[in-house]
């Protein structure tokens, strides 16, 4: 089991839906979480952190953990156009220290 | 503040060349991440230091890489020689210290082809 998996996608919405992107996670003992957006030909940019159990919200965007299950997942509402991106999902492992797992990301396309 | 400055933003290059990356981090920030990110493999952390001293270099795909930090605001990783093989977006990125909850900044990136 790799120790970050996300969808593959891509994921395709409509202007106005939520999106809903998920993201599992083998260390039980992982403690920070991660979303990173990244436009294409572009570098990864943060854009929520959790690390703790329920949800976190800011502004469109809600980060949800439930460590229990290891998931983490990344709610989008009213997505817009240029919510399309892909998204990456990068944890902390267990004893890693700095270093952030990312796993493979999924691409959102939002249809105007 | 100038975010993660990297250098060159484009490299082209031939197998068998020497290929030099650079990466200035944020100033303040203590530790200095290089990842490689290609379509198959995704984000792979290749090398990452503390305080200029390298603490894991396990991600290094082989003897050819090598990188360095000879200072808090500068780092190279070099290829040498360059195989096909390695073409792919090499990404450094900083974070300061005593922040396990946060995340950290990316540079801009360089693209390396080498043919």
């Known amino acids: 089991q790799k120790e970050v998996e996300q969808n593959s996608g891509p994921l395709s919405v409509p202007e106005g839906a939520i999106a809903s992107l998920n993201c599992t996670y083998s260390?039980?003992?992982?403690?920070?979480f991660f979303w990173y957006r990244q436009y294409s030909g572009k570098s990864p940019e943060l854009i929520m952190f959790i690390y703790s159990n329920g949800d976190k919200e800011d502004g469109r965007f809600t980060a949800q953990l439930n460590k229990a299950s290891q998931y983490v997942s990344l709610l989008i509402r009213d997505s817009q156009p240029s919510d399309s991106a892909t998204y990456l999902c990068?944890?902390?492992?267990?004893?890693?220290?700095?270093?952030?797992?990312f796993g493979k990301g999924i691409t959102l396309s939002v249809r105007p | 503040d100038a975010g993660v400055i990297q250098s060159p933003r484009h490299e082209v290059t031939e197998m068998g060349q020497e290929v030099t990356l650079r990466c200035k981090p944020i100033?303040?920030?203590?530790?200095l991440f290089w990842y490689r990110q290609t379509m198959m493999r995704g984000l792979e952390l290749l090398i990452y230091f503390n305080n200029n001293v390298p603490i894991d270099d396990s991600g290094m795909p082989e003897d050819r890489f090598s990188a360095k930090m000879p200072n808090a605001s500068f780092s190279t990783l070099k290829i040498q020689p360059s195989e096909p093989r390695d073409s792919a977006v090499y990404f450094c990125?900083?974070?300061?210290?005593?922040?396990?909850?946060?995340?950290?900044?990316f540079g801009s990136g360089t693209r390396l082809t080498v043919v």
């Open positions: 990125a900083s974070s300061p210290s005593g922040t396990r909850l946060y995340g950290y900044t």
């Open positions: 260390d039980r003992g992982s403690q920070s």
């Open positions: 100033s303040g920030h203590d530790y």
């Open positions: 990068a944890v902390r492992l267990t004893g890693a220290n700095s270093k952030l797992t």
